[in-house]
Each structure stands twice: as C-alpha cells, then as structure tokens.
T-cell receptor
Framework: KQEVTQIPAALSVPEGENLVLNCSFT??????LQWFRQDPGKGLTSLLL?????REQTSGRLNASLDKSSGRSTLYIAASQPGDSATYLC???????????FGTGTRLKVLA | ETGVTQTPRHLVMGMTNKKSLKCEQH?????MYWYKQSAKKPLELMFV???????ENNSVPSRFSPECPNSSHLFLHLHTLQPEDSALYLC?????????????FGEGSRLTVL
C-alpha cells in the first residue's frame, strides 16, 4: 500500500532564503508525481508534474526532482518570497491503481 | 471564468437534509474526481469518472452518491450525513489519460454537518 510522507510538517523562513521541501513514498512503481500548492481554504494548484521517466522539472523559481529508486522527491524554491507562503503537497500516482495518493503537506511561512 | 468551478462554496446542513454539490469544468477534460479533505489528514479520493463512467469508488459510504451527466459536470448528492462528514470537498479534472495528466482543482465546497 502506497504511503506518502512529507517532512517537515511546517517551516518558517526569512524572505530570500532558498529552501527544500521533502516528499517520500513507499512504493516506487509510480506513473508520476505532482507538487501542489494550497492557500488557506482554497483548492489546490498544480505546480509541477514529473513523469516516472524524468528526473526533474523546473518552472520559474521552482525545481522538483524525482528519485524513484529511493522513493524520494524534493521541491526546491529559490529566493523565497512572502507570496510563497502556503501549504505544499505532493501526490504520487501508483501503477495498477486509479488514484493519486497525497501527503499531508508542508505548511510554509515566508517572513518579510 | 475559472477552469473548475464548484458550488456552493459553503454549505451547512442537518443530518436529515438532502443537498448536492456541483462541479463544472471548462477545460475540455475527460476525467473528473471528488476528493475529501479533513483537518490533519491527507486528501482522500472518493470517486473517479472517466468519459462519464465511474472507474473508482473508494469505499465511500452510500450516503454520498455521485452523478456525472456529461464530461463537463459532476455532482455529489448528500443525504443523512454525519457530523464527521464535515470537510472540504474538492472537485478536480484531468485531460486524456487520467493516469498521467495534471490535476486541476476547484476552490472546494466547505461542508458543515450539524
């Protein structure tokens, strides 16, 4: 059974810092992995999707990497800004199922 | 017009009421989903529809009844709910092969069961 863990659960950093969010999963037989952002009381916004054959994806200040063999993904945020404050969730789509399995998220606060 | 629209945004209902949540997507996607998000818990997949056919029913109690009349609309009919069903209900859609496509979410419907 696929399990997704995100550490840390919460993170507070000063503006301008580069930071790394972690996501680990127990079953490496995945189709893809997505990183999402969720603002309080709102829906999720897809940030990056990495297919199982890819190692990383980049969008602006965001870079996500995937290491299937070790069951890990990282989301790197460069030069963080207060507007980056949100909860970041990762989700994996496991082969042989019809579903994404989500982690519980990392709540990020970037201080001005 | 946003990609995935959910109504109502907030709903309060008693345990004996019957209500429905509505989701509409304007992205031309083929797959639609209902997720439940409770405090301190990961998102839980409830139902998946692909080309208007249900392909996943994730052991959801029968007091939740989905309906997908066409590829753009998805409903979640609610009846005799319990207080523990209070949560944020999120609708999502994806294009083409739902195993590999990006998920696009609506803003959610915040449900409170008294």
């Amino acid at each position: 059974k696929q399990e997704v863990t995100q550490i840390p659960a919460a993170l507070s950093v000063p503006e301008g810092e580069n930071l790394v969010l972690n996501c680990s999963f127990t079953d490496s037989a995945i189709y893809n992995l997505q990183w999402f952002r969720q603002d309080p009381g709102k829906g999720l916004t897809s940030l990056l999707l990495i297919q199982s054959s890819q190692r990383e994806q980049t969008s602006g200040r965001l870079n996500a990497s995937l290491d299937k063999s070790s069951g890990r993904s990282t989301l790197y945020i460069a030069a963080s800004q207060p507007g980056d404050s949100a909860t970041y969730l990762c989700a994996v789509f496991t082969s042989g199922t019809y579903k994404y399995i989500f982690g519980t998220g990392t709540r990020l606060k970037v201080l001005a | 017009e946003t990609g995935v629209t959910q109504t109502p945004r907030h709903l309060v209902m008693g345990m004996t009421n019957k209500k429905s949540l509505k989701c509409e997507q304007h992205l031309g996607h083929n797959a639609m989903y209902w997720y439940k998000q409770s405090a301190k818990k990961p998102l839980e997949l409830m139902f998946v529809y692909s080309l208007e056919e249900r392909v996943e029913n994730n052991s959801v109690p029968s007091r939740f009844s989905p309906e997908c009349p066409n590829s753009s609309h998805l409903f979640l009919h609610l009846h005799t709910l319990q207080p523990e069903d209070s949560a944020l209900y999120l609708c999502a859609s994806s294009q083409d092969d739902y195993r590999t496509g990006k998920l696009f979410f609506g803003e959610g419907s915040r449900l409170t069961v008294l």
